[in-house]
Antibody
Framework: EVQLVQSGAEVKKAGESLKISCKGSGHSFNSYYIGWVRQTPGKGLEWMGIIYPGDSDTRYSPSFQGQVTISADESISTAYLQWRTLKASDTAMYYC????????????????WGQGSLVTVSP | SFVLTQPPSVSVAPGKTARITCGGNNIGSENVHWYQQRPGQAPQLVLFYNSDRPSGIPERFSGSNSGNTATLTISRVEAGDEADYYCQVWDSSSHLYVFGSGTKVTVL
């Protein structure tokens, strides 16, 4: 069974750094892109970026480029989302999700999701 | 980048049909995927490529996509269908994965 298990909730202060994790199991971790998605309280889903653990190919949404760093360690099947300097506006739930290929057209969809990591940043 | 517009909410009685729209400029030429997010849970894929169902998703979930509107239809609505629903596309021009604004489905 494919699973993505994320690290727990974090409470931080503005200006601090943070790295959250997403550990995969039940599939070949280095053969699928892993994406990160932000969900702010009461708001919708925003795609932040994506990484291919096999070669660390990484792409960011322009909205998050320079604000976060996405990385992965394929030896332990884990992807990471990192902030150098947190802001109160980073308070949100963060999900990792696997980008799977579906159907005859190999359509890319986020087919498995982690349980989410709640990040709370106080001013 | 591509903008996907969904109605904030849809209310439906049990056993009836819910239709959730996702509007976008010529979205009919895109491949639209749909996700369900029940309260307190992570999103779950319910439709891909406009109308195909992943394994385990009931036939009550169907979809269509034409012109400027994609639609997720839930037939014979049950209490367990109460959730937020998001459409999503891959915007090939900007290389972004774009989600719609989300629609809260309330079962009366």
């Amino acid at each position: 069974e494919v699973q993505l298990v994320q690290s727990g909730a974090e409470v931080k202060k503005a200006g601090e750094s943070l790295k959250i994790s997403c550990k995969g199991s039940g599939h070949s971790f280095n053969s699928y892109y892993i994406g990160w998605v932000r969900q702010t309280p009461g708001k919708g889903l925003e795609w932040m970026g994506i990484i291919y653990p096999g070669d660390s190919d990484t792409r960011y949404s322009p909205s998050f480029q320079g604000q976060v760093t996405i990385s992965a360690d394929e030896s332990i099947s884990t992807a990471y989302l990192q902030w150098r300097t947190l802001k109160a506006s980073d308070t949100a739930m963060y999900y990792c999700a696997r980008l799977g290929l579906y159907g005859s057209g190999n359509y890319e969809v986020f087919d498995y999701w982690g349980q989410g990591s709640l990040v709370t940043v106080s001013p | 980048s591509f903008v996907l517009t969904q109605p904030p909410s849809v209310s439906v009685a049990p056993g009836k049909t819910a239709r959730i729209t996702c509007g976008g400029n010529n979205i009919g030429s895109e491949n639209v995927h749909w996700y369900q997010q029940r309260p307190g849970q992570a999103p779950q894929l319910v439709l891909f490529y406009n109308s195909d169902r992943p394994s385990g998703i009931p036939e009550r979930f169907s979809g269509s996509n034409s012109g400027n509107t994609a639609t997720l239809t839930i037939s014979r609505v049950e209490a367990g269908d109460e959730a937020d629903y998001y459409c999503q596309v891959w915007d090939s021009s900007s290389h972004l994965y774009v989600f719609g604004s989300g629609t809260k489905v309330t079962v009366l």
